[in-house]
C-alpha cells in the first residue's frame, strides 16, 4: 500500500517562501515518478513539477518556472518544493502523487494535500 504524506504548507507573505515534503512508503520508488499538482477553490486541479526517481530528471511548469524547483532524497523516499518569491496566486492546497513509469498517463497514487496561503 503507497503513502504519500505531504507537510510543509502553511501561511506567507508574497515574495515569501515554503519547503513542501512529501514522504513516500509502501513501495520500492526506483521506477516511480513523483508529482506536485495544486488546486485552487473553485478551480481545476493544475500541475506543478514532477522528478523520475530512475534519472532524477525534473520537469516544472511554465507558470512557476524560476521560483519552484522539485527535489528528492532516494535515501528518505521523500520529495521536496522549494516554493520562492510566492504570489497570491499560489495560494491552493498542494498534493503529492506518484506513478509507475515516466511516460504513462495519469497518477496511481495521491497525498491528501497540505494547504499554502500567501497573502498580498
Known amino acids: 500500500q503507497v503513502q504519500l504524506v505531504e507537510s510543509g504548507g502553511g501561511l506567507v507573505q508574497a515574495g515569501g517562501s515554503l519547503r513542501l515534503s512529501c514522504a513516500a512508503s509502501?513501495?520500492?520508488?526506483?521506477?516511480?515518478?513523483m508529482g506536485w499538482f495544486r488546486q485552487a477553490p473553485g478551480k481545476e486541479r493544475q500541475f506543478v513539477a514532477t522528478i523520475a526517481w530512475s534519472d532524477g530528471s525534473t520537469y516544472v511548469a511554465n507558470s512557476v518556472k524560476g521560483r519552484f524547483t522539485i527535489s528528492g532524497d532516494n535515501a528518505k523516499n521523500t520529495v521536496y518544493l522549494q516554493m520562492n518569491s510566492l504570489k497570491p496566486e499560489d495560494t491552493a492546497v498542494y498534493y503529492c502523487a506518484a506513478k509507475i513509469g515516466r511516460d504513462t498517463p495519469g497518477y496511481d497514487y495521491w497525498g491528501q494535500g497540505t494547504q499554502v496561503t500567501v497573502s498580498s
Open positions: 509502501g513501495r520500492t520508488f526506483s521506477s516511480y515518478t
